[in-house]
C-alpha cells in the first residue's frame, strides 16, 4: 500500500497565465491614385479630320454644340489601361451630346 499523502500531493507548476495572441495586423492598402480627367478625340465623319484630340470633357461639349447633328463626328475617348483609343458608344455619345452647350 502506498501511503495517503503521496498520492494527494503533486508537485506544484509555476502558474504562467496564458494570453491569446492577437491577429496581425494586415498593411493598410495603398490609396488608389487620383483619376486622370478623361480625354477625348473628336473627328468629322465626312472628311475624318480630327477636329479635337486630346480634349476634355469641357472642351468636347464646347465643339459638340457648333456640330449640327450627333451623326456628323465620332467621339473616342483615351484609355490609359489599353494604352488606346475607344470609341464611345451611341449611349455614351449621347450622353456627351444631350449635355454640349447649346448656342443661344
Sequence with gaps: MVPL????????KPFTPIAPRLPARAPEPKPPEPRRPRSFRV??????????????ARGTL????????????TIDVWDPKAGRWRRLAHGEKSTLWNSRHRPR
Design 62 to 73: 464646347d465643339l459638340l454644340a457648333g456640330t449640327r447633328s450627333i451623326v456628323d463626328v
Design 5 to 12: 499523502e503521496d498520492t494527494l500531493a503533486k508537485p506544484e
Design 43 to 56: 473627328t468629322d465623319v465626312l472628311s475624318r479630320r480630327i477636329l479635337a484630340e486630346n480634349a476634355d
